[in-house]
């Protein structure tokens, strides 16, 4: 009854554009693959509108169907939504892609689009989404991960419950990325700042980043402790002085400044598949302190490159080894000098936002 008033290449399904990392990762794949000849839908109610801007940069055309596909009370407007967009795509003469970055919408239409069309998933770790896909997997012609740790859970994963062997090998890995400065910035060793990047999220554990904090002021005041990310669910901000709270930011040139003029950054995640903060904390040149989860401990070793903690369950030990750490790190500037050019280069090499590009460039617009 109302047609698309053009046909797309890509039909993208996102749930948010609010603050976080696969929100950020999602924008990146659409400035790559997207354009004036694609489509956005957005799922989900988002909390904000942080990365909203950059997925109009993309150039596609942007759709937010949350008031009808996120509201329980309206369940059966979800239902309608579902055929009109399968509609939108199967009847479209040049064949378009369906991109799915973890969305459960995009997941319930999958049986509904014509078997010709190729249809892509992200996953980003493992978690509810690896059992709420399974059904509909037949109908996914490629997935990506971020995670080469993920890869082998859901591998094991598809063993456990008797998924035929193909499916395992339609899985690619395709690291996160981020846009790495042409020259690394010295960093000020005569005054350290420790940065925690993220959300406040259950599985970030932000009550051990503070923890850990407290410890260090009574050692030595002149660590500072910053937190980039929107973290007021978690704790009471008043009740810390002496932590400097940016909450959500939006603004690249803000965010790479706050980078640049931190020494370390600190995660304790109990959870993880390969945060963009650690991509990004690296690539300007910053100390990685973090808990052994996801693909982290790939990349990070002890004493070369910053420091893995021995242990994700037990809180005391970690706020142990986080404070002795930054201490340590602080007062041996020559080491954080040989870490901050380490980490830098390594960044360079391996997460290079124009290989991230071309790779999803090749994967999405190449439809064969």
Known sequence: MKPN???????????????????????????????ENCIIYFTRKSENESFLNDFKKS????????KFTDNKWLYFLNLIYRGIISGYINKQKTKPVVFNGQCNFAYKISPWVN??????????????????????????????????????E?????????????????????????????????????????????????????????????????RDKTILFEMMGDVSNVISIVEYPYIKFYGNISEDSTINKIYSG???LLLTSD???????????????????????G?????????????????????EKIISEG?????KAKNNPDYCKNVSELNFNYAKQNFSIENFNKTYQNIILNNK
């Open 5 to 35: 008033k053009k046909e797309y290449q890509v039909y993208f399904f996102f749930p948010f554009h609010h603050t976080g990392g696969a929100e950020k990762i999602h924008a990146q794949i659409a400035q790559a693959a997207g354009g």
């Open 59 to 66: 150039g596609c055309r942007i759709k937010d169907i949350s």
């Open 115 to 152: 078997k010709s069309i190729r249809q892509i998933e992200l996953l980003h770790s493992f978690n509810s989404f690896s059992y709420i896909r399974t059904p509909f997997l037949r109908f996914i012609s490629k997935t990506i991960m971020i995670s080469r740790k993920r890869i082998d």
């Open 154 to 218: 859901h591998i094991q994963f598809y063993k456990k419950i008797k998924v035929p062997d193909v499916f395992a090998e339609n899985i690619i890995h395709i690291p996160n990325a981020a846009k790495i400065p042409d020259s690394l910035t010295p960093k000020d060793n005569s005054k350290f700042t420790v940065l925690y990047v993220g959300r406040g999220g259950v599985e970030k554990r932000v009550h051990l980043i503070t923890a850990i904090a407290k410890e260090v002021q009574t």
């Open 262 to 264: 931190a020494n370390l």
């Open 271 to 293: 959870t993880e598949g390969f945060p963009l903060a650690v991509i990004e904390a690296m690539g300007h040149g910053c100390i990685i302190a973090a808990t052994p989860v």
């Open 295 to 315: 693909d982290i401990p790939l990349i990070l070793k002890n004493e070369i490159n910053g420091h893995l903690f021995s242990s994700v369950l037990y809180g």
């Open 323 to 327: 404070v002795d750490f930054i201490l």
